[in-house]
């Protein structure tokens, strides 16, 4: 898909280590030009927090910086129609870094994983699930209070409550209309267990193209919830009265030619060697690219007794009190839900740092550990390896990890310790109420 007829503006975007879309509005005249060429833009992007505030990046906001553009490479295919715009300014193209920030632009790392899957002859299929808590707040209301005493949408816990669902059936449907426009494949919406607490999920399909579509969900519910007068909140723990928020992700394998990698009808609990295989890697792999799930400050408050945030890199059938939870009964359903990932976290790093651990695993023929029976909080099996504790150690792991130098890059994983160390040096001796601040609207 090129130029649209009655184009008048494009908008060319890419997608931030915080999952945030930075682009421009383009004219369309111009567009066979940067489809054919790319079209240039700072890396320094990718060194932003989500209100931004600039984060250390060796080579692109230190000392040795000179804040250059790098050429973005606009993926034709991607076009989707912006809601809320007139029609001949709707048309919005993803883009990614080429060159050297390509090492460390999120797109394009999913991309690199993708095509190192595909050489193995496997296809990934993931589906997301996203929790956000919407306010009756505005960015005046919030500056008005200081960011305390917010009002959320419902007032009360409500998970599955039809009495709440009927009640923002406007939103609901603004929320699907919105979706549609997008292109985007919305397998279902309910409430959750909150006082505004929500969740939107993108259905199960091919992982480029699911990432890009979590990407758009995040964002645009933020625009709708701002043209609604309200704000749509996707920190992990904006209070410490209220549960946490995730945004698990699902993953499947096909073969080359589309047939499911998962199932054996003739091995225990129907899982294929290659499921096995690839749960064992991500036990082995996981711990080591946490930062990735967990990327702020506040979404280390989230992993606390009383929530439903994983205690370990455990796994188990059906098992919610696990972080690797294998779903399905069928060919076409078994599946791995990753319960790690925080509702800030990026689908697209999320994605590519999950199916990168699953592969390894598949490559190295990686056998999981004891699986959980029962409550994982309560009685872990003896083998399970804890979380890191806390973003320094998660930071550190990151670091130390040659699988994710391999598998992502060597640059990637010096550029984002590097952000997330300062972020963590922001905000030493701060309180929640500092990372409402910084977090809040935009994270």
């Not at 050297?100 to 690199?112: I, M, S, T, V, Y």
């Not at 005493?149 to 007032?155: H, P, V, W």
Request: contains cysteine; hydrophobic residues 45%; glycine residues 10%.
């Amino acid at each position: 898909m090129t130029v649209a007829s009655g184009d008048r503006f494009v908008t060319v975007a890419v997608v931030d280590t915080n999952g945030l879309l930075r682009g421009q509005k383009l004219a369309a005249d111009d567009l066979p030009g940067i489809l054919e060429n790319g079209v240039g833009m700072s890396p320094a992007q990718l060194a932003l927090d989500p209100t931004d505030v600039f984060l250390d990046m060796p080579g692109v906001t230190d000392d040795s910086a000179d804040f250059h553009d790098s050429q973005l490479a606009v993926d034709r295919a991607s076009r989707v129609t912006m809601p809320f715009e007139r029609p001949c300014d709707s048309g919005l193209y993803l883009a990614q870094f080429t060159g050297d920030a390509a090492e460390f632009c999120p797109r394009g790392l999913l991309a690199k994983v993708l095509a190192r899957g595909a050489r193995m002859g496997m296809q990934p299929r993931i589906g997301f699930e996203l929790e956000f808590t919407l306010f009756d707040e505005t960015p005046a209301s919030l500056a008005a209070k200081g960011f305390e005493d917010l009002t959320t949408a419902t007032a009360h816990a409500s998970h599955d409550l039809l009495i709440y669902q009927a009640f923002q059936s406007e939103f609901y449907g603004e929320v699907a209309d919105m979706a549609q426009t997008l292109g985007i494949r919305l397998g279902k919406m309910h409430e959750e267990i909150g006082g505004g607490f929500m969740e939107a999920c993108v259905g199960p399909g091919r992982a480029d193209a699911t990432a890009d579509q979590a990407v758009l969900l995040k964002n645009f519910l933020k625009v709708l919830a701002m043209r609604r007068g309200q704000t749509a909140c996707f920190m992990p723990r904006w209070s410490l009265d209220v549960d946490s928020q995730s945004s698990h992700l699902h993953l499947s394998l096909l073969d080359g030619e589309g047939a499911p990698l998962f199932w054996d009808a003739q091995r225990p609990d129907r899982m294929s060697d290659t499921f096995r295989h690839f749960i064992g890697g991500l036990q082995r792999f996981l711990p080591e690219v946490m930062l990735l799930f967990a990327p702020t400050v506040n979404s280390w408050r989230r992993f606390a007794p009383g929530t439903f945030a994983p205690p370990a890199f455990t796994w188990g059938i059906e098992n919610r009190t696990t972080c690797l939870r294998v779903v399905g009964h069928g060919p076409g359903s078994i599946r791995v839900e990753n319960r790690l990932p925080c509702a800030d976290a990026n689908p697209q790093l999320v994605a590519a740092a999950s199916i990168a651990a699953g592969l390894a695993g598949i490559a190295g023929r990686i056998e999981p550990g004891e699986q959980t029976i029962g409550n994982g909080y309560a009685a872990p099996p003896a083998d399970a390896v804890p979380l890191p504790d806390g973003m320094e150690a998660a930071i550190a792991a990151l670091e130390g990890s040659a699988f994710a130098r391999e598998w992502l890059s060597a640059r990637f994983v010096e550029t984002y310790c590097a952000t997330r160390r300062a972020q963590l040096a922001q905000f030493a001796g701060k309180t929640l109420i500092d990372e409402r601040r910084r977090f809040f609207e935009l994270g």
